[in-house]
């Protein structure tokens, strides 16, 4: 009995990290924000512990060390860069990194990504900012748990080929992320231009499995320790969970638009809700927008535009924003409206200074 537990234990370990199937963790789109749900939240942002989250930055010793080419500069936030160091420089340079920002409080979060469903948006974000800490709110307990999932197995594998690198065992790609990016997109439209206008893609489709865009075979800077998903309720604890100013961006992406009336109050962008943004999005900082919704589109923009403390980005600006093609395309919504044939409607605004703290 022993040998057949340790022979079933051996092929487990051989078979190696295993990434969850989206059909195991549907939940209906709907969730009443105002109920009282049972919640875990800090009573302020500085009683929040990370360390769970993103072990790699709270823990040196659970961070493999990356081999040379690809290994992230010491430098942290969006522009962060990627060079090429010895192993013995990017080991020194990872650990500096990583304790520094544990003594100087730089490791925090600046990405929050609202709503953030299967966690498309994160997976496609994290190596194009690998020094920069990002989250996905979501108040979906399934799709939390699924993201999670989603985001462990993924470290599994990009540690697992770190591991085989410095082993020798075989020379393992690096990924050119921007070209990958731009492959997933022009992989995309041809997909929606082949697709019959009286046919739509099925959401359940198990050959469009809503991992395609992480790695398990080749490494990316970051390994995707910078990404992470947590059970919130943003309307009510957001400013909980953030210090005023910590975020660089906030992504609220094809959210529900409540059609009705009456359910207008529980849209994600409000009065209430953009004094909160305000509060924890830095000066400079950035809050994107999209939709398939043509009303709720012509919301957001009347809120935002009412709102003092954001301005409207020229369209013509974002085309330099590393971060657009992502926010376009890489959603499991928003490649289920390419698909469709559907309309985007985008707005992006900034966060400008507030007159009354100058």
């Known amino acids: 009995m022993a040998a057949e537990d340790n022979t079933a234990e051996t092929q487990q370990q051989q078979q190696g990290p295993k990434l969850p199937q989206k059909r195991y963790f549907r939940q209906r789109a709907h969730v009443n924000i105002f109920n009282d749900i049972p919640l875990e939240y800090p009573l302020q942002p500085s009683e929040q512990d990370w360390s769970a989250f993103y072990p790699a930055y709270f823990n ?213 809700m953009l004094a909160e943004y305000a509060y924890v999005l830095r000066v400079g900082g950035i809050i994107y927008t999209i939709t398939d919704v043509k009303d709720l589109h012509d919301w957001n923009v009347k809120h935002l535009d009412a709102f003092p403390l954001f301005e409207r980005i020229p369209d013509a600006e974002l085309e330099s924003d590393p971060a657009i093609p992502c926010v376009v395309n890489s959603t499991e919504e928003g490649k289920k409206v390419a698909r469709n044939k559907g309309e985007k409607h985008l707005a992006c605004y900034r966060r400008i200074s507030d007159p009354a703290e100058l």
């Open 60 to 272: 040196q010793t659970k961070r493999p060390i990356s081999p040379a080419a690809g290994q992230p500069s010491a430098k942290r936030g969006p522009a962060a860069i990627t060079t090429t160091t010895t192993t013995a420089e990017a080991d020194a340079g990872a650990n500096q990194q990583l304790q520094a920002g544990k003594e100087e409080g730089m490791a925090k979060v600046e990405f929050a990504d609202i709503g953030c469903g299967y966690g498309g948006l994160l997976v496609a974000l994290s190596p194009l900012f690998p020094n920069t800490l990002m989250v996905g709110m979501e108040i979906r307990n399934k799709l939390v748990d699924y993201l999670q999932r989603r985001i462990e197995a993924l470290r599994e594998f990009q540690h697992d080929l770190v591991r085989r690198s410095n082993a020798g065992e075989q020379q393992i790609e690096w990924v050119d992320v921007r070209s990958k990016l731009d492959q997933e997109i022009a992989a995309l439209h041809d997909e929606a231009a082949a697709q019959p206008e009286d046919n739509p893609a099925e959401d359940d489709d198990e050959e469009k499995e809503l991992h395609d865009n992480g790695e398990t075979r080749r490494l990316v800077p970051g390994h995707y320790d910078n990404i992470a998903s947590m059970r919130i309720n943003c309307q009510k604890y957001l400013p909980n969970f953030f210090e005023k100013g910590q975020l660089s961006k906030l992504f609220i992406l094809f959210a529900d638009p409540h059609f009705k009336r009456r359910k207008h109050k529980a849209r994600i962008i409000s009065t209430t």
